[in-house]
């Protein structure tokens, strides 16, 4: 089995809100409370969950774009939620982001080969002389031709902007990739094209990805493992086929039959949730998911359910499991 | 058979632009029987929301406008209809939710005060008559607590609370005809599911007809009775349901079909169209989609193939099929 790359420790990211005259924290969303996990080095882990339930926080507090709440990441074993500001600097270049909106996330007054390239030059990682060709070779590599270089964002598909948010984090060389809803805003024939742009990388230079989607047909053809979250915390995660073949979480259970299936003759036996999901700043008591479980007990009401190893690997927070 | 509720003949809804004519439907013809489920399928840009929006006519002119073709709605045609007229079906015999329940609510007025105004404009029903009404239509809807979200704002409301208003609100008047478009694409995944079965059971307690604009096959597969897929403003192919799972005929077709992951289904490497859907904008005499085509042959760029039908009557607008229309 190979080393783990990131190791996450009971990561807590608690958002203030605030009210009144004086702006007194009244209250928090807890978007992320308390979630355990390690990606190994050249996997895919991905996140899954609906709107709200902390993936993306999750992704962005991993490589401290915030700061944490309370547990630790590690990254080959560095602490990074530890590390001074200037330390956390150097380290930037190995662990990057791309973001679901690929219309809001490039500066529309940039040429894209300045944005490109800019990340480079501002960790002084190469000389400006060789800057271009490097842009344009890592250009070539994501589907991008070399006379795109001095274009502006405007100009650009959403496909061929996803690509060029792609080549913004992989000209620095990094080691993991945080993937955030990165083909959520696409049309299906394009959301392939860059699926398999996304895993020939992988193959080819090792890289490490964490996934985040709410699209699970993508998740069970992208992933190695897959982890559910809901409300915050982590309720089941398991290798792919282990997860797609027998998920035990009644949440995973509802949301793997609530995906429509393209064969008009398939007839299935669907779980239907009731009701909407809970807010993050008042969440349920004992297990989160009580509201809307249709197999919820008086136990699953009070008392919060251990997140254990069901064997293999397989870890799953409930207590009818 | 049922007979046809909505016939588009030819209708052709352009745009213009600085940059030129964005031909956005082009030639369209296809029609929807009573209490049928159809789904219009295609990627961005590809025309199939501008189809629901002339029929509701409501084309933004300019830059818009309607240049050609008939839209027969229960035997009138919707083009020659003055506005007034158009008013009294708008709302009330065809009922329309969008993709964006945050949006389409108004902010300030109560959702009772929102389902209770086409009551009373289009049914003249008073006040204490539509507020009653309101509460039933919330009921159905699959909404608990009515009376307290009749005077509820609509920010108080949940994603999937909200599309079950808008629901509420376009089924008021019992419209003979329902336009979706794209309802459950900004909600969640278990949200899809309760709006998609809400919408099958409304469905077929009231043989309502559904016109649903959609870009995710899994729910095409799911609810409907007849599909139609739309690239670059045409359509390309249509059939029933199960023709059209089984039997796709257009490369387009066949290449979204592939294209999409699948649960259950894993597969090494996803098939993918090259290249991208053309610029709307100076589209000449040839197949549209013939640039990224596999089987694109001389004639594809040369002439527009026209949509034909097979004995099955499955249509397709493709020149691979020429030599079978001939038999």
């Not at chain 1, 909407?276 to 998911?289: H, L, M, R, V």
């Not at chain 1, 809307?292 to 009070?302: G, H, M, S, T, Y």
Request: net charge neutral; hydrophobic share 40%.
């Amino acid at each position: 089995m190979s080393e783990p790359l990131i190791e996450v420790k009971n990561l807590k990211k608690y958002f203030p809100i605030r009210g009144g005259i004086l702006q007194r924290t009244i209250g928090y969303v807890k978007a992320v409370d308390g979630v355990t996990f390690t990606i190994n080095k050249g996997e895919t882990l991905s996140l899954v969950g609906e709107s709200g339930c902390g993936k993306s926080t999750v992704g962005r507090t991993i490589i401290r774009l915030y700061d944490k709440t309370d547990g630790e990441v590690f990254y080959k074993s560095i602490p990074i939620h530890s590390l001074k500001k200037s330390e956390l600097r150097k380290l930037r270049p190995k662990m990057q982001l791309v973001f679901q909106d690929p219309f809001s996330s490039l500066n529309p007054r940039l040429r894209v080969g300045d944005a490109i390239g800019e990340a480079l030059l501002d960790h002084g990682l190469i000389s400006k002389n060789e800057l271009r060709d490097k842009v344009i070779e890592t250009m070539e590599i994501c589907g991008l031709a070399p006379y795109h270089i001095d274009r502006y964002p405007h100009e650009f598909s959403g496909g061929q902007r996803q690509r060029i948010g792609i080549a913004r984090a992989l000209i620095l060389d990094p080691e993991f990739i945080v993937l955030d809803e990165p083909v959520s805003s696409l049309d299906v024939s394009i959301q392939a094209q860059i699926i398999n742009l996304l895993m020939d990388l992988q193959e080819q230079k090792g890289l490490t990805y964490l996934f985040i989607s709410h699209d699970l047909s993508v998740v069970e053809h992208i992933s190695t493992r897959v982890a559910v979250m809901y409300l915050g915390s982590i309720v089941e995660m398991a290798a792919r086929d282990e997860l797609f073949a027998h998920p035990l979480h009644p949440y995973t259970q509802a949301l793997l039959s609530a995906v429509p299936i393209p064969d008009p003759d398939l007839k299935r036996e669907r779980i239907i949730l009731e009701g909407d999901i809970p807010s993050p700043a008042n969440p349920p008591k004992g297990c989160k998911f009580h509201t809307r479980c249709p197999l919820a007990k008086d136990i699953c009401r009070e008392q919060v359910p251990e997140y254990k190893d069901v064997g293999g690997g397989h870890f799953v927070a409930c207590h009818l499991v | 058979m049922a007979k046809n509720l909505v016939e588009f003949r030819n209708l052709k809804t352009f745009f213009y632009t600085e940059e030129g004519v964005v031909k956005a439907v082009n030639d369209v013809s296809f029609s929807i029987r009573e209490g049928e489920t159809v789904c219009i399928v295609g990627e961005s840009g590809c025309g199939k929301s501008v189809t629901a929006l002339s029929l509701m006519r409501l084309i933004q002119s300019p830059p818009g406008k309607i240049e050609g073709g008939e839209i027969i709605f229960d035997g009138r045609d919707i083009l020659k209809l003055s506005e007034a007229e158009m008013r009294r079906i708008r709302g009330n015999e065809i009922g329309m939710i969008f993709q964006e329940p945050m949006t389409s609510l108004n902010p300030v007025l109560t959702i009772g005060e929102q389902i209770m105004e086409p009551l009373m404009v289009h049914k003249l029903m008073t006040k204490k008559e539509a507020w009653n009404k309101a509460i039933e239509l919330i009921k159905q809807v699959g909404i608990p607590r009515a009376e307290q979200i009749m005077t509820s704002y609509p920010h108080e409301l949940s994603g999937g609370m909200r599309q079950r208003i808008m629901i509420a609100i376009a089924l008021s008047c019992d419209p003979k005809l329902l336009i979706a478009d794209e309802p459950t694409t900004a909600l969640d995944v278990t949200i899809q599911a309760q709006i998609l079965d809400l919408l099958r059971k409304i469905k077929q307690e009231r043989n309502m007809a559904l016109m649903l604009i959609t870009h995710d096959l899994g729910i095409v597969a799911e609810i409907a009775d007849y599909v139609v897929v739309m690239y670059a403003g045409k359509v390309i192919e249509e059939a029933p349901v199960r023709e059209l799972f089984k039997n796709p005929k257009h490369p387009y077709t066949r290449g979204l079909l592939k294209a999409k992951p699948i649960i259950g289904q894993r597969q090494e490497r996803l098939y993918t169209i090259p290249g991208q859907v053309p610029n709307p904008i100076g589209l000449g005499d040839y197949c549209y989609f013939s640039d990224r085509c596999e089987y694109a042959m001389d004639i594809c760029r040369q002439k527009i193939p026209q949509l034909a039908a097979d004995e099955n009557g499955h249509k397709v607008a493709c020149w691979l099929y020429e030599g079978e229309w001939k038999k």
